[in-house]
């Protein structure tokens, strides 16, 4: 994907679809287990499941919405060089409604969140690198702040 | 499986401990010797006496332990490295203890020494991606917990900062400690954020240190100190569905755990020991950041989930209350070598069973409890009895 030239590059591949056309939306990509109906995101790599101990995990595209389990504005920045995205950000954890909590960052209004609040995944920017291309990341947002 | 609590009595024989704080000019080595060195002092033992060292370090690299014991003298006897994140010592003194205990050896050392390297320490916990999307900053792992718990139990940001101000009050009257001042409520509430709600004064500060224990046999012992017994050394590493931000772990919300990590390694302590929360006279419970101690405390079983921050302002774990927490002032005081941190649990409740903690000693204590956990997860559980 380009804009003027310059790349709009996923943070991490693999971790939600690519949409192919403007009336699909993304989706995070776990996997669930067909023994014991364990599910985890991101997806494995392995069959084995972790819970049961069986081959039998199968990639699965999870739910949109969700609910806040817990969130923190983190205003230190992260130790080691990896993270390149703006400080202060928010941090946390949402609940899908098929049973797997998801590790994310929130965007849109901080002040905003709550424990319990709805929210709906977005793919946006993390931060651009020097030649303007675009680093984009999985985040989730207020339902409520959707336009 | 044999039950410990069956095999041979092991006996605390001699602790030693050094200043925690940062050396800028000496080496894990250097301090960690002089621990050693201070325990068999302390033990009234000599050199040749030690038939095995458990060495606990987390930075220190390959033979950690070697390089400290060839500061004193190499003996032919086996040394080996415990690498256990925050439990490495915990983990070195069980190692320790169950050789004394199987009658394998009489007499064992266990060392825990490091130091921290300085400037950002960047966790192996987590994944490539996850470090991209910034997930590692301990504060803000810990922050995640904290909301829940306070959400669930009402407890409120000035509960967290006080139990930083009860450690630091406590840790004035350490002088091993790294940081000897009190402060005040209000300086914890408006020391810098780190992560929502979570402040500078609720993190624990980095310190290098050593601390040293020799553990042997009845037979064995020399000193003429109170003689403390391990009663219980358990260590548990990590359990299915339980959630551990700071070790990359997220609950898992169809198989949730029937009990957490420290509970489990609680109840199997209790369970060896032969005793339950209400027998313990001292805790060192693990705060390396002020919220933890107040779940430590419930998940330990000496009060019910909720109640922890209203005892704490009943002074109930105070020095003088009648379950002293952190009576060296804690990690929050000590500060955190890691690979020493349990070490130092251990060390303040021998004293304080011994009748040896001066100032901050709490009357009448003769059994003690130390809990450490750990990324890893590691969660290790000590009783001593006199
Ligand atoms: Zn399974």
């Known amino acids: ?147 | 499986m044999r039950p410990l609590n069956e095999m041979r009595e092991v006996v605390i024989g001699g602790v030693g401990i050094t200043k925690w704080g940062f050396y800028e000019n000496a080496e894990w080595y250097d301090f960690g010797s002089e621990a050693i060195l201070a325990a068999l002092k302390n033990a009234e033992m000599e050199w040749k006496d030690i038939q095995a060292a458990f060495c606990g370090s987390v930075y220190q690299g390959t033979g950690s332990g070697h390089q400290a014991i060839k500061e004193i003298g190499l003996t032919g006897i086996p040394i080996v490295n415990v690498e256990n994140a925050c439990s490495s010592c915990a983990s070195a003194f069980r190692l320790a203890y169950q050789m004394v205990a199987a009658e394998i050896y009489d007499i064992v050392l266990a060392v825990g020494m490091e130091k921290m390297p300085r400037g950002p320490i960047p966790s192996t916990a987590f994944r490539p991606w996850e470090l991209k999307l910034g997930f590692n900053v301990q504060p803000a792992n810990y922050a995640n917990i904290a909301v829940q718990y306070m959400k669930k139990t009402g407890a409120t940001i000035e509960d967290f900062s006080m139990v930083t101000v009860k450690n630091r009050r406590h840790g004035a009257l350490n002088p091993n400690a790294r940081f000897q001042k009190p402060v005040t409520l209000e300086e914890v509430m408006n020391s810098r954020l780190v992560a929502t709600p979570l402040r500078l004064l609720h993190c624990c500060p980095l310190a290098d240190g050593a601390a040293a224990f020799i553990l042997c046999s009845k037979n064995k012992l020399k000193s003429k100190y109170k003689v403390i017994t391990v009663a219980a050394s358990t260590l548990t590493s990590g359990i299915y569905g339980e959630g551990y931000p700071p070790a990359d772990l997220i609950p898992s919300l169809k198989y949730p755990p029937a009990m957490s990590l420290t509970e489990l390694s609680a109840k199997q302590a209790y369970e060896v020991a032969g005793c339950g929360p209400a027998d313990i006279n001292v805790v060192q419970a693990y705060d390396t950041m002020a919220p933890a101690e107040l779940w430590d405390l419930e998940e330990l079983g000496f009060c019910k989930p909720g109640e922890a921050p209203h005892l704490l302002r009943e002074g109930v774990f105070d020095l003088n209350g009648k379950i002293p927490v952190n009576t060296d002032g804690g990690l929050m005081s000590r500060g955190h070598p890691l690979g020493a941190t349990a070490g130092g649990q251990i060390y303040e409740i021998v004293l304080q069973l011994r009748g040896q903690a001066g100032p901050r000693q709490v009357k009448d204590a003769k059994v003690g409890l130390a809990h450490a956990m750990g990324a890893g997860p590691n969660s290790a559980v000590t009783i001593l009895k006199c």
Request: charged letters at 25%; aromatic letters at 10%.
């Open chain 1, 1 to 147: 994907m380009t804009k003027e030239g310059k790349m709009i590059i996923p943070l991490t591949e693999g971790l939600y679809t690519l949409p192919s056309s403007p009336y699909e939306k993304p989706q995070l990509i776990g996997s669930k287990c067909i023994n014991c109906e364990e599910l985890f995101f991101p997806k494995k790599e392995k069959r084995l499941c972790i819970h049961c101990q069986q081959m039998t995990l199968e990639e699965v595209k999870l739910s949109r919405q969700g609910k806040i389990a817990s969130f923190t504005i983190v205003l230190q920045p992260p130790a080691g060089g990896f993270y390149h995205g703006p400080v202060p950000y928010a941090y946390g954890y949402v609940d899908l409604p098929e049973g797997v909590r998801v590790e994310t960052q929130f965007t849109g209004d901080f002040n905003a969140l709550e424990i319990g609040g709805d929210v709906e995944l977005v793919i946006e920017k993390l931060y651009e690198d020097a030649e303007g291309n675009e680093f984009v990341t999985y985040k989730f947002k207020l339902l409520k702040e959707q336009e």
